[in-house]
């Protein structure tokens, strides 16, 4: 399984690139990459991002297909299978600083070959979920007809996990700097 961060948004309403903002002393990829590296399941981590942001990362990064920029996390997933096929791919948005390495592991431990994405009582965290090989020509046919929510990917097999069952608040979504002021009273330390 290979282990993608989403870092190729373009953060307009964050007001500034969300990936590089510093949080703890790291930037937020350097957050999410680390919990993923931590988990000691994955082939490896790569960065997917777009041209532009390219030369800000120190890891492995994956610049979006050409065809599909702009598009999207379909976009990123997309070209990360074609340059890495596995048997499957967790990704979580660069927006997700908080994660831990306890919530990769429990969602590793419950993938059973199809998608599996975390949920809450309040919506289904998407970028956040481990989608399988199988499902790269359904990603290109949504692309080509730009029908760009991950969402359009699940089915009847689709596995949902509470965030619950992982204590803390690691699955909350920064989009706004606003966002960070409930997020960083969150003790992560328990959970790495």
């Not at 967790?90 to 590793?108: G, K, Q, S, Y």
């Not at 803390?168 to 960083?184: A, Q, S, T, V």
Request: charged share 25%; proline share 4%; with cysteine.
């Amino acid at each position: 399984m290979i282990g993608v961060v989403l870092a190729g948004g373009e953060s307009r309403r964050f007001g500034s690139q969300k990936a590089f903002h510093q949080l703890d002393g790291k930037p937020f990829y350097q957050h999410v990459y680390d919990a993923m590296k931590g988990c000691g399941r994955l082939q490896q981590v790569v960065i997917n991002t777009n041209a532009q942001l390219k030369e800000g990362f120190d890891q492995k990064v994956i610049v979006d297909d050409s065809r599909y920029q702009g598009l999207g996390p379909l976009t990123g997933l997309y070209t990360v299978m074609t340059e890495l096929p596995d048997d499957a791919y967790f990704v979580i948005a660069v927006d997700t600083p908080f994660i831990t390495v306890e919530a990769v592991n429990h969602l590793i431990e419950n993938f059973r070959g199809h998608t599996t994405v975390y949920r809450d009582d309040e919506q289904i965290h998407a970028t956040i979920g481990i989608y399988p090989y199988h499902l790269k020509q359904t990603i290109k046919q949504h692309l080509d007809h730009r029908e760009l929510r991950l969402r359009a990917l699940f089915d009847e097999a689709t596995t949902y996990i509470d965030v619950k069952t992982v204590p803390g608040h690691w699955y909350l979504n920064i989009n706004r700097p606003e966002d960070l002021k409930g997020g960083e009273r969150h003790d992560r330390t328990n959970h790495r």
